[in-house]
C-alpha cells in the first residue's frame, strides 16, 4: 500500500499556496496519540504529564528549553521493531538520531544492535558497554583513526563506501593482524520520495558505489581480492522520513540482480543484505507512518520475492531504523517569552529556544505540532507562529499553529516527535547553551545529559 512521504523538506508535488492553512483541530486540548509519547496525557488540573510526571514539574526542576524523554516508550518501540523482525534479521539502531550513553544501555538490554557513523558515536557505543560485534560504522570519508579503532574494537561490520576505502580498511585490519566483516555501500539509483538534502541513493550525491557505470562491481572485486576482509553482503539506503515501501522493493530488485551478478562472476552468494532505515513517523496527526510488523511484512516477502525470482538463497535482512524508535519518544519544552499579534496574518509566540535546539524547520521546512501543556484551555484557536530567541529571522519552531487564543507569557508549550535529529543537531548558535535530555519513567525524572552552561562555552574558548 504506496503512502505519501511526510515533507521532511517541502511536500513534492503537494505545496499548498500561501495563505492556505490546515483548519485547527477540533479540541485544542487534546493529545492525539499519533504524534505524543505513549504516557503523555492531562492530568486533572489540565497540564500534561510524560512518564507519570507534570511538565510543571519538570520545567521547574530541569529549565527549558528541555528535551523530556519517554524510556517506557523508547523501550517499547525497541521490543516492537525486533519482535517483527524476529531471530532470522537484524535490527540496528541508527545512533545518528539521537546516543547517550544511556540510550546505548536500552538498546543492549532491548537486543538491538547499533550503527555508528563517526568516532564519537562509536565511542559512545564503547564506553556505553555495547559489545562491539553488534556495532556497525558507516561514513563516506571515515579518517583512518577512525578505521583503526573499529577494526581493532572488532566491529561487527564496516560499510564500505568508496574504493579508495576498501584498500584503506584491508590495509588497516592487514596490519593489525585481523579479518574485518564489510560490507558494501551500493547506490541503487532510486529516488526516494522526500527532501533533497535526505534522500541518498539516487546517483548524484555522496554516499556509496553506484551500480550504473560498474563501480558498485568493481568494489565487490576489490573487496573480494582481499584477504583481510571478508565480503558478508550489500547495504542499501535510499533516504529518509519515507512512508512508501515502492522505492525498497526498488532497491532489493536492483540489489538482489547485484548478489546474483556477484554470484555469476565469483562463485559467492554473499548472505547479508542490508536495507538501511528511513522509515517516517508521525510528526503532525496528518501522518500516517506504518508499523514495525507491516514493515517487517513488506520488506521481508519483497527480499524473499526477489530472491526466488533470481535463484537465490534468501539473505539474512538487516534493517536500520533510528528516528523510527526515538523520534516519537520524546518532546520539548519550551516557555513563552512575548506573543506579537500581527492583525490580519498571525501570533508570533516567542519562546526561549528555537534553532539552535532544533535546526530541521529551518533546515528542511520540517513540520511539526505544538500544544499548550501547562494547563488546558477553553480560548479560541489562533493561528500562530511559534519561533524562537535567536536572531535569525528564519528561527521558526512550528510554522503554522493553533495555539488558545489566551496563550500568554510563562505558559509551557511542548513541541513533540523531537527524539531524533533534535539534540544530535543542536548547536551553541548566538552562545546558547543546549538544553539537556531528560529520562522519565514510572513517575521518576533523571538527566541523560545534562544542560550546557556559559562556563561549558567558556571553557573552550582558550584564546
Given at each position: ?364 521546512d520540517a513540520e511539526y505540532c505544538v500544544s499548550l501543556v501547562s494547563r488546558t484551555s477553553e480560548a479560541p484557536p489562533m493561528l500562530s507562529r511559534v519561533v524562537g530567541k535567536h536572531c535569525e529571522s528564519g528561527d ?68
Amino acid at each position: 500500500m504506496s503512502r505519501s512521504a511526510h515533507p521532511a523538506g517541502p511536500r513534492h508535488a503537494d505545496v499548498l499556496p500561501e495563505g492556505h492553512y490546515s483548519p485547527p483541530p477540533t479540541d485544542l486540548n487534546a493529545l492525539d496519540a499519533r504524534v505524543w509519547p505513549h504516557t503523555a496525557t492531562r492530568a486533572a488540573d489540565g497540564a500534561m504529564t510524560l512518564g507519570g510526571i507534570d511538565v510543571r514539574a519538570l520545567a521547574e526542576e530541569f529549565g527549558t528549553p528541555a528535551y523530556i524523554l519517554d524510556e517506557t516508550d523508547f523501550r517499547d518501540r525497541c521490543r516492537a521493531w525486533r519482535e517483527a523482525f524476529g531471530p532470522d534479521a537484524d535490527v540496528f539502531y541508527a545512533g545518528k538520531a539521537f546516543l547517550c550513553r544511556a540510550v546505548v544501555r536500552w538498546l543492549h538490554e532491548e537486543g538491538l544492535n547499533l550503527d555508528v557513523c563517526s568516532g564519537g558515536e562509536l565511542a559512545t557505543a564503547l564506553a556505553a558497554g555495547m559489545p562491539a560485534d553488534r556495532i556497525a560504522l558507516h561514513g563516506n570519508n571515515k579518517s583512518a583513526a577512525e578505521i583503526e579503532r573499529a577494526v581493532e574494537a572488532g566491529v561487527g561490520r564496516i560499510v564500505l563506501d568508496s574504493l579508495q576505502e576498501i584498500d584503506r580498511v584491508a590495509e588497516t585490519a592487514r596490519g593489525l593482524g585481523r579479518r574485518q566483516r564489510v560490507q558494501i555501500r551500493v547506490t541503487v539509483g532510486v529516488e526516494a520520495h522526500t527532501h533533497e538534502f535526505i534522500a541518498t541513493a539516487h546517483e548524484d550525491q555522496k554516499f556509496g558505489l553506484a551500480l550504473a557505470g560498474g563501480q558498485a562491481a568493481e568494489g565487490v572485486r576489490r573487496a573480494l581480492a582481499h584477504d583481510s576482509l571478508e565480503l558478508i553482503g550489500i547495504h542499501s539506503h535510499i533516504g529518509s522520513q519515507i512512508f512508501d515501501t515502492a522505492g525498497f522493493e526498488v532497491a532489493a530488485h536492483r540489489v538482489v540482480g547485484l548478489l546474483s551478478a556477484i554470484r555469476d562472476e565469483h562463485g559467492v552468494e554473499l548472505p547479508e543484505i542490508d536495507l538501511g532505515g528511513g522509515l517516517g513517523i508521525a510528526y503532525t496527526p496528518a501522518d500516517d507512518p506504518r508499523e514495525p510488523h507491516e514493515i517487517a511484512r513488506a520488506l521481508g516477502d519483497i527480499v524473499t520475492r526477489e530472491c526466488e525470482s533470481a535463484g537465490l538463497r534468501r539473505p539474512r535482512l538487516s534493517v536500520e531504523p533510528g528516528r523510527a524508535i526515538v523520534g516519537p519518544t520524546a518532546v520539548t519544552v519550551y516557555e513563552v517569552g512575548t506573543t506579537k499579534e500581527l492583525p490580519g496574518l498571525r501570533t508570533y509566540v516567542s519562546v526561549d529556544g528555537g534553532m539552535s535546539d532544533n535546526i530541521r524547520t529551518a533546515l528542511y521546512d520540517a513540520e511539526y505540532c505544538v500544544s499548550l501543556v501547562s494547563r488546558t484551555s477553553e480560548a479560541p484557536p489562533m493561528l500562530s507562529r511559534v519561533v524562537g530567541k535567536h536572531c535569525e529571522s528564519g528561527d521558526i519552531v512550528v510554522r503554522d499553529a493553533h495555539l488558545p487564543a489566551d496563550t500568554a507569557v510563562g505558559d509551557l508549550l511542548a513541541v513533540p516527535a523531537t527524539g531524533a535529529y533534535c539534540r544530535s543537531m543542536a548547536s551553541n548558535y548566538n552562545h546558547v547553551p543546549r538544553p539537556p535530555v531528560v529520562a522519565v519513567k514510572d513517575g521518576q525524572a533523571r538527566v541523560l545529559v545534562r544542560r550546557e552552561t556559559e562556563e561549558d562555552l567558556l571553557r573552550l574558548d582558550v584564546g
